[in-house]
């Protein structure tokens, strides 16, 4: 969910009146651009970065030989040098050998232009086609890009992993999954210690699946979204900021988990175009693992109060991505650990004082603001905007009922009374991780949690409020 290269057919229409157009780039990001690629910046048109966590840009590079091309750059400036830039290099150096020494390996991707990696920018050529698979309506075509898109997977994975450069270096699947389990157990415990994600990762360690036959490409944010298609072709795959050498059935529950946002085919269907096409064959308990492990991380990055934190290009859709990566992820761990979920008491309450003037905001946001924005960015984040306005309203609403619920909830759970909820709430935690509480009881509180917080966000998610994982098989 990331980077865009824009259609071949696509001009750069909006006009902004500056006399340099750098200035509409963070500070030195366009100088920076300059000197990387040989070229000049004539033009920048800001794009919105959605529920990415970069932001964009489309650009257009003149040459010393006065050749024009149109590029589109990502960038995200405020996560330079925060420690994960690797992952930045490998998606540069993957694009470079795809659009370079690994050309013949058929896999198609926005050519190469430039990189910046003190800035997290990277620029690449337009490609032809559009990224809105969800614009498709005919099932038979749905279909044929859908095969399409799976032939490429499998000529990713079909890559001998020893001719690709830049990626590290090759690890047993293990040695990647206790990693990924490290990493996120480190940072949850940096930021309160979620009861949700230890439980998840206990169970993780503790059903990790045998090692592969043999490892691949990943993309490792494989699915909708996240390529270019023209008629029923594949013009180019996009957002590789997460490839790596893995497990070739991570990238088929990564597909899963991005069908929660935007579903591609039938997961079955997928699945067996991928084999038609010399994929190997899908390993469903694999998959199921992987799709827990992802959803655990993911569910691990929602942290929109942290004062340390960067603010999101777009905090609305970012609380509603992981929103739905929370209540994905308590049911799949219900399901996986075999608990019966408890009924969970969700208090009815009349509008507030506050409604009216929520109800007048909305309505401003949504019939003179958003209609009236011509920059994409602002009108973009003035949508997520609404989504919050739509949340602070029902937490105005409804907040205080539920907090008491769960509260009460805790306080029976735990055997001990609580005055607030933050105290039970800490109490869970620390049963949690001292392992002292029955693991179905603190998996059924967890999930409890989760499903009042989904509630107070739901008119705010729109239909993603009751999205879940499509069926394997």
Same mark, same amino acid.
């Given at each position: 969910?990331?980077?865009?290269?824009?259609?071949?057919?696509?001009?750069?229409?909006?006009?902004?009146?500056?006399?340099?157009?750098?200035?509409?780039?963070?500070?030195?990001?366009?100088?920076?651009?300059?000197?990387?690629?040989?070229?000049?910046?004539?033009?920048?048109?800001?794009?919105? %970065?959605?529920?990415?966590?970069?932001? %964009?840009?489309?650009?257009?590079? @003149?040459?010393?030989?006065?050749?024009?091309?149109?590029?589109?750059?990502?960038?995200?400036?405020?996560? *330079?040098?925060?420690?994960?830039? *690797?992952? &930045?290099?490998?998606?540069?150096?993957?694009?470079?050998?795809?659009?370079?020494?690994?050309?013949?390996?058929?896999?198609?991707?926005?050519?190469?232009?430039?990189?910046?990696?003190?800035?997290?920018?990277?620029?690449?050529?337009?490609?032809?086609?559009?990224?809105? &698979?969800?614009?498709?309506?005919?099932?038979?075509?749905?279909?044929?890009?859908?095969?399409?898109?799976?032939? @490429?997977?499998?000529?990713?994975?079909?890559?001998?992993?020893?001719?690709?450069?830049?990626?590290?270096?090759?690890?047993?699947?293990?040695?990647?999954?206790?990693?990924?389990?490290?990493?996120?157990?480190?940072?949850?415990?940096?930021?309160?210690?979620?009861?949700?994600?230890?439980?998840?990762?206990?169970?993780?360690?503790?059903?990790?699946?045998?090692?592969?036959?043999?490892?691949?490409?990943?993309?490792?944010?494989?699915?909708?979204?996240?390529?270019?298609?023209?008629?029923?072709?594949?013009?180019?795959?996009?957002?590789?900021?997460?490839?790596?050498?893995?497990?070739?059935?991570?990238?088929?529950?990564?597909?899963?988990?991005?069908?929660?946002? @935007?579903?591609?085919?039938?997961?079955?269907?997928?699945?067996?175009?991928?084999?038609?096409?010399?994929?190997?064959?899908?390993?469903?308990?694999?998959?199921?693992?992987?799709?827990?492990?992802? @959803?655990?991380?993911?569910?691990?990055?929602?942290?929109?109060?942290?004062?340390?934190?960067?603010?999101?290009?777009?905090?609305?859709?970012?609380?509603?991505?992981?929103?739905?990566?929370?209540?994905?992820?308590?049911?799949?761990?219900?399901?996986?650990?075999?608990?019966?979920?408890?009924?969970?008491?969700?208090?009815?309450?009349?509008?507030?004082?506050?409604?009216?003037?929520?109800?007048?905001?909305?309505?401003?946001?949504?019939?003179?603001?958003?209609?009236?924005?011509?920059?994409?960015?602002?009108?973009?984040?003035?949508?997520?905007?609404?989504?919050?306005?739509?949340?602070?309203?029902?937490? *105005?609403?409804?907040?205080? %009922?539920?907090?008491?619920?769960?509260?009460?909830?805790?306080?029976?759970?735990?055997?001990?009374?609580?005055?607030?909820?933050?105290?039970?709430?800490?109490?869970?935690?620390?049963?949690?991780?001292?392992?002292?509480?029955?693991?179905?009881?603190?998996?059924?509180?967890?999930?409890?949690?989760?499903?009042?917080?989904?509630?107070?966000?739901?008119?705010?998610?729109?239909?993603?409020?009751?999205?879940?994982?499509?069926?394997?098989?």
């Amino acid at each position: 969910m990331g980077w865009r290269p824009f259609r071949a057919d696509a001009e750069c229409v909006e006009d902004y009146p500056v006399s340099d157009p750098k200035a509409l780039l963070p500070q030195g990001l366009g100088d920076a651009v300059e000197q990387a690629a040989g070229a000049v910046i004539t033009q920048v048109v800001p794009r919105g %970065g959605g529920g990415a966590s970069r932001s %964009g840009a489309e650009l257009s590079l @003149q040459w010393p030989d006065g050749t024009v091309h149109h590029a589109y750059m990502n960038y995200d400036v405020d996560r *330079a040098g925060a420690g994960d830039d *690797a992952a &930045f290099l490998r998606e540069a150096g993957i694009l470079r050998a795809l659009s370079g020494p690994l050309r013949e390996a058929g896999v198609r991707t926005a050519p190469y232009i430039t990189s910046v990696p003190d800035m997290r920018a990277l620029v690449t050529a337009k490609v032809a086609g559009e990224a809105n &698979f969800h614009t498709v309506r005919d099932p038979a075509l749905r279909s044929a890009i859908a095969a399409d898109l799976m032939a @490429q997977l499998a000529a990713l994975h079909g890559i001998d992993v020893a001719t690709v450069d830049g990626l590290g270096d090759v690890h047993s699947v293990h040695a990647e999954i206790l990693a990924r389990i490290g990493t996120i157990r480190a940072h949850v415990r940096a930021h309160g210690d979620d009861p949700l994600i230890h439980l998840a990762l206990d169970w993780l360690e503790a059903n990790m699946p045998p090692e592969p036959d043999h490892v691949v490409v990943v993309h490792g944010d494989w699915g909708a979204g996240n390529f270019m298609f023209e008629g029923d072709r594949v013009t180019a795959l996009l957002d590789w900021e997460l490839v790596h050498f893995g497990d070739p059935m991570a990238d088929m529950a990564m597909l899963c988990l991005r069908g929660l946002f @935007q579903p591609l085919v039938p997961l079955p269907e997928a699945f067996a175009a991928y084999e038609a096409a010399g994929g190997d064959k899908v390993d469903l308990d694999r998959v199921r693992y992987w799709r827990l492990l992802f @959803q655990t991380g993911f569910a691990s990055l929602a942290h929109h109060d942290d004062p340390n934190a960067p603010p999101p290009p777009n905090l609305g859709m970012n609380m509603v991505y992981s929103m739905v990566h929370r209540r994905v992820l308590a049911d799949a761990l219900a399901q996986a650990s075999g608990v019966v979920l408890p009924y969970v008491a969700m208090p009815d309450a009349t509008p507030g004082a506050l409604d009216r003037s929520f109800i007048i905001a909305l309505d401003d946001l949504r019939d003179i603001i958003v209609p009236r924005l011509a920059d994409q960015q602002a009108s973009v984040k003035a949508k997520g905007l609404a989504r919050l306005v739509k949340w602070w309203q029902a937490h *105005a609403r409804y907040g205080a %009922g539920y907090e008491a619920a769960e509260r009460d909830e805790l306080s029976h759970a735990l055997g001990r009374s609580f005055t607030t909820r933050a105290q039970g709430r800490n109490a869970l935690r620390d049963a949690v991780l001292a392992g002292t509480i029955d693991r179905a009881v603190a998996v059924g509180l967890v999930h409890a949690r989760v499903t009042r917080e989904n509630a107070l966000m739901a008119d705010a998610m729109g239909g993603l409020a009751t999205t879940r994982c499509a069926p394997l098989e």
